[in-house]
């Protein structure tokens, strides 16, 4: 697959920040929800769930999108180590995004726990009950989430370094809208 | 490819700058939400570390009523209980139950007679793939009024300060409904003569969409016998465990549900204040218990009688214990889960 251009396509730049948002927030509400035993607690959780769920949905779909339309061409005179960290790091929140889910949801089934999201829709258990199983899957959610959250926190600040200092157009490619139509008659 | 444009770095070390704090902030904020800047915040690990013994929690057991065994059965429901609730539990017809007699203390090799509070884990199965899990107690009004007091009062207890009860004692004044039940009530010889209460109220949403706040309990068959605690001590530190199963070997036992229904006005957030005697009770049911197994291989073992887990038709109401037992109750299973190897399955049980 080649180059798409100059910019992702529009519904990719909807589904990255849409899920840049949600993922973000999933982040907030993991940590806080584990760590409160007030009644905001049964909230968080069921929105976890939910909103999890809705991620691991819309992650198949970027995906199967990003497959079809491909990506920008990343410049040509960025350093080759930055180029392997952008594709690589792109990777794992791929694996991440659609994994993290599945780890969660896996975790539930292996806990013998019913599986209700919003609106009670009833998810089946994916995986059978067991008690090592189940620890695994708990210490994967557990250590994937901060390793997502570095990840994302160094992807954020890779953006930012292409956008402020580099200026060589990468979060242009991402940008929720372009800059770069004000910016060519002053160039 | 995004054409290069090489706009001057004009102040790249200000644009450095700005990333920083963007990602030191993020990173700070995520931080705060774990709880790590709030070392009084209370969360469920140090509800289940207050929790333990002094000498340490029983690894691979719950974290609290820790001494228990499996029983199953079925809920047989009358069909009353459907002008409250629409879940499938209260429609007329017979559902699988799946529960555990324990007993209330941390420690899974306590002698019966020093335990004071006894309790019963239920999880029933509906058609529709619905559970309605509980774990219900023998009191007839739980020690305090929110969980934070709960944790005074697992410190309290714990503490080296002879004065640290009196204290706790003055400053939760309705600890003194549950402590004349513990000194006047009398003692039985079995799960079997023991009543459960949910103690939380729950809200029952019935077919109209028209809301009950309610408390719900499983009264016993068999007529009470009271015993003292040194009678009880006389018959073996685990009577109540052999004693169950030789009833059950003899014959199914039997607990009726009782809904009892709030009247307007009456404080569900409270489960240390008792509903008036007169309030509406519904009798929903019949529990029956047809066979008992050891909880190291019995299949209660890896439930966790967590008590939100309702069918649609019940939910949560302003009560806060629900959600904190919740989140302190899935703290405990992480815990013991992970732990399964040091209490080991029998030998011939294949499960992993
Ligand atoms: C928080 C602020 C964020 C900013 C400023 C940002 C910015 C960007 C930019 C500029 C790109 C384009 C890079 C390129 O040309 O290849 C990009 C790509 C990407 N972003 Fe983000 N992003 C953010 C958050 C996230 C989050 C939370 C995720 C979650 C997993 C994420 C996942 C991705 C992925 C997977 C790509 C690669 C897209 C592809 O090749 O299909 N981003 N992001
Ligand atoms: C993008 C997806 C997800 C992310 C980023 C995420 C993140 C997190 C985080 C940060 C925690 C707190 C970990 C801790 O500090 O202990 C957590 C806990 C949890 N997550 Fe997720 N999660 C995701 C998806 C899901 C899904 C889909 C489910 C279930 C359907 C789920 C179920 C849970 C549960 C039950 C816990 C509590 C575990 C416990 O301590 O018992 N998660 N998650
Ligand atoms: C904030 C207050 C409470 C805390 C911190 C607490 C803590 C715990 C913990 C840690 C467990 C072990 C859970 C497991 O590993 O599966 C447990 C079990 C249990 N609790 Fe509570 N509890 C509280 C309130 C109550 C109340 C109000 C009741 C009854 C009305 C109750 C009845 C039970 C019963 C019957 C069990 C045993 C369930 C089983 O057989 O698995 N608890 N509790």
């Known amino acids: 697959m080649t180059g798409i251009g100059q910019r992702f396509t529009p519904l990719q730049r909807l589904l990255h920040w849409l899920m840049a948002f949600c993922i973000l927030a999933m982040l907030f509400i993991g940590v806080g929800m584990v760590s409160t035993v007030t009644p905001k607690y049964l909230p968080l959780v069921s929105i976890h769930k939910s909103l999890g769920i809705a991620i691991l949905v819309l992650a198949l779909i970027r995906l199967a999108v990003r497959l079809r339309y491909g990506a920008p061409m990343l410049p040509a005179d960025l350093p080759e180590p930055m180029r392997l960290a952008a594709h690589l790091s792109h990777y794992a929140l791929y694996i991440l995004m659609i994994g993290m889910p599945l780890i969660g949801w896996a975790m539930l089934s292996t806990a013998a726990y019913p599986i209700v999201l919003y609106g009670g829709v009833r998810l089946p258990a994916i995986l059978p009950q067991s008690d090592s199983l189940h620890s695994l899957l708990w210490n994967a959610h557990f250590y994937l989430a901060f390793l997502f959250f570095a990840l994302i926190l160094m992807h954020f600040a890779a953006a930012l370094f292409h956008a402020l200092v580099r200026r060589d157009g990468v979060f242009d490619t991402m940008a929720p809208v372009s800059s770069r139509d004000e910016l060519t008659p002053a160039e | 490819m995004p054409e290069p444009r090489r706009l001057p770095a004009r102040s790249a070390f200000g644009s450095l700058v700005i990333i ?4 030191a902030g993020s990173a700070a904020a995520f931080a705060y939400t774990a709880g790590w800047f709030s070392p009084r915040r209370l969360t469920p690990d140090k509800m289940v570390d207050a929790l333990a013994p002094p000498t340490g929690a029983a690894l ?14 079925v809920f047989e429901s009358n069909g009353s209980g459907s002008t409250l609730s629409q879940a499938q539990v209260f429609a007329r017809g017979q559902y699988p139950a799946l529960g555990r007699f324990n007993l209330g203390t941390p420690n899974p090799n306590a002698p019966d007679s020093t335990v004071r509070v006894r309790g019963l884990g239920l999880q029933i199965s509906t058609p529709d793939g619905q559970e309605w899990r509980a774990a219900m107690i023998n009191p007839p009004v739980f020690p305090v009024s929110t969980p934070q007091a709960f944790h005074e009062l697992l410190l309290a207890a714990a503490s080296k300060d ?3 009860m009196k204290a706790f004692a003055g400053a939760h004044p309705e600890i003194a409904t549950f402590g004349a039940w513990d000194k006047s009530a009398p003692w039985t010889g079995s799960y079997a003569e023991d009543r459960f209460n949910s103690l939380n109220a729950f809200i029952f949403v019935d077919h109209s969409g028209a809301e009950h706040a309610v408390r719900w309990s499983l009264l016993p068959a068999v007529q009470a ?12 530190p685990d009577f109540l465990q052999q004693e169950i199963v030789d009833r059950v070997g003899r014959g199914p036992l039997h607990w009726t549900m009782v809904v009892t229904v709030a009247n307007p006005g009456d404080s569900t957030a409270d489960p240390s204040k008792a509903w008036p005697e007169d309030r509406r009770t519904v009798e929903v049911g019949t529990l029956t218990v047809k066979q008992i197994e050891a909880e190291a291989d019995g299949p209660c073992r890896d439930i966790n009688f967590d008590p939100t887990v309702l069918p649609a038709g019940i939910r949560v109401s302003d009560d806060p214990f629900p959600a904190a037992r919740s989140s302190v109750y899935a703290k405990s299973y992480d815990l013991r889960t992970a732990e399964s190897k040091d209490y080991p399955r029998t030998a011939k049980s294949t499960k992993p």
């Open chain 2, 20 to 23: 920083f704090v963007v990602i």
């Open chain 2, 60 to 73: 691979g057991h719950r974290r609290n009523h820790a001494k228990g065994i499996c029983f199953t059965g």
């Open chain 2, 162 to 164: 002879p004065n640290a």
């Open chain 2, 225 to 236: 016998v009271p015993i003292s605690p040194d009678d009880l001590a006389k018959r073996g």
